[in-house]
C-alpha cells in the first residue's frame, strides 16, 4: 500500500505537514518538487488547488458525440 505525505526538505531532515495514521516507521521515497517562484515569494500548488482547476476546466471541453457501436463500419476500422 502506498500512502502520500506531503512535507518540507531542509538540511537533511524532511518534516511531514500530517502524521501519516497507523505508520511507525517504513520504507520512504522522496521526490522533490520544482519550487516555482514569482518575486521573492514561493509558490507551491497543492493537490486540492490542482484538482480545483481541472474541476473548473472539465466543462469547457467540447462535447464528445456519441456514436453506437453498430454504425462503426469494422472493416474500414480494421484494415
Known sequence: MLITAQGIYHD?????????D????GRVVVTF??????GNAS?????SERIAAL???LP??????LVPLEA???????K
Do not use: F
Not at 518538487?33 to 514569482?38: F, I
Not at 509558490?43 to 493537490?47: I, K
Not at 462503426?72 to 480494421?78: F, G, N, P
Open 12 to 20: 537533511g531532515i524532511v518534516e511531514l505537514s500530517d502524521k501519516p
Open 22 to 25: 497507523n505508520i511507525v516507521s
Open 33 to 38: 518538487l520544482d519550487n516555482k517562484t514569482e
Open 43 to 47: 509558490v507551491s500548488v497543492n493537490a
Open 55 to 57: 474541476r473548473a476546466w
Open 60 to 65: 469547457t471541453l467540447p462535447e464528445v458525440p
Open 72 to 78: 462503426l463500419d469494422r472493416e474500414l476500422i480494421y
